[in-house]
T-cell receptor, first 115, second 116 residues
Framework: AQKITQTQPGMFVQEKEAVTLDCTYDTSDPSYGLFWYKQPSSGEMIFLIYQGSYDQQNATEGRYSLNFQKARKSANLVISASQLGDSAMYFCAMREFNTGNQFYFGTGTSLTVIP | DAMVIQNPRYQVTQFGKPVTLSCSQTLNHNVMYWYQQKSSQAPKLLFHYYDKDFNNEADTPDNFQSRRPNTSFCFLDIRSPGLGDAAMYLC???????????????FGPGTRLTVL
């Protein structure tokens, strides 16, 4: 079974609007972390935001917030006030803290911000 | 600034000619990872080191080898590159299991490999 599922291959959003990128995960480890990375066309993977499985509140980092719904095993990324520079691939990833050191990645969502 | 550095950023090699990609880190992290990423795909983990312990993914071809001579450096050796090995190669680090707290993975800028 897929550890991380991203069902949106491509998304479009109008500049200054908010957008939600979906991510669901599958694990039996009670201790895990969820991550979002941005990959612009240059290729570098940029860490955006982290959510721990025991965190009571949704993580926020500037214009990024993570809508964490533990019972549904979802960790959607919300980008507010989209900017042209937000156009990139976005990857959701998970780390299971009681097993190995691997990070599991989803297939990514390509976001295009329209002026 | 602490960071993950990859050299070179672009590498061109010939079919069958061995090539080595390098990665260094100033984060003093225990774990170093090598990923292969092809266009519009997720990164694919090739292997990782936890300190000196080498962990190979089951489906990583024997053509790919790695060395970690010390905490700071890790190398990816492709012994006989084929056309299918053309890809972006990403190096990443993390503190590792058991180190407590958030274990975020930090990436270098990548090396884009072309095989002629």
């Amino acid at each position: 079974a897929q550890k991380i599922t991203q069902t949106q291959p491509g998304m479009f959003v109008q500049e200054k609007e908010a957008v939600t990128l979906d991510c669901t995960y599958d694990t039996s480890d009670p201790s895990y972390g969820l991550f979002w990375y941005k990959q612009p066309s240059s290729g570098e993977m940029i860490f955006l935001i982290y959510q721990g499985s025991y965190d009571q509140q949704n993580a926020t980092e500037g214009r990024y917030s993570l809508n964490f719904q533990k019972a549904r095993k979802s960790a959607n990324l919300v980008i507010s006030a989209s900017q042209l520079g937000d156009s990139a691939m976005y990857f959701c990833a998970m780390r299971e803290f009681n097993t190995g050191n691997q990070f599991y990645f989803g297939t990514g969502t390509s976001l295009t911000v329209i002026p | 600034d602490a960071m993950v550095i990859q050299n070179p950023r672009y590498q061109v090699t010939q079919f069958g000619k061995p090539v080595t990609l390098s990665c260094s880190q100033t984060l003093n992290h225990n774990v170093m990872y090598w990923y292969q990423q092809k266009s519009s795909q997720a990164p694919k983990l090739l292997f990782h080191y936890y300190d000196k312990d080498f962990n190979n993914e089951a489906d990583t071809p024997d053509n790919f080898q790695s060395r970690r001579p010390n905490t700071s450096f890790c190398f990816l050796d492709i012994r006989s590159p084929g056309l299918g090995d053309a890809a972006m190669y990403l190096c990443a680090t993390s503190r590792g299991r058991g180190r407590g707290g958030t274990d975020t993975q930090y990436f270098g800028p990548g090396t884009r490999l072309t095989v002629l």
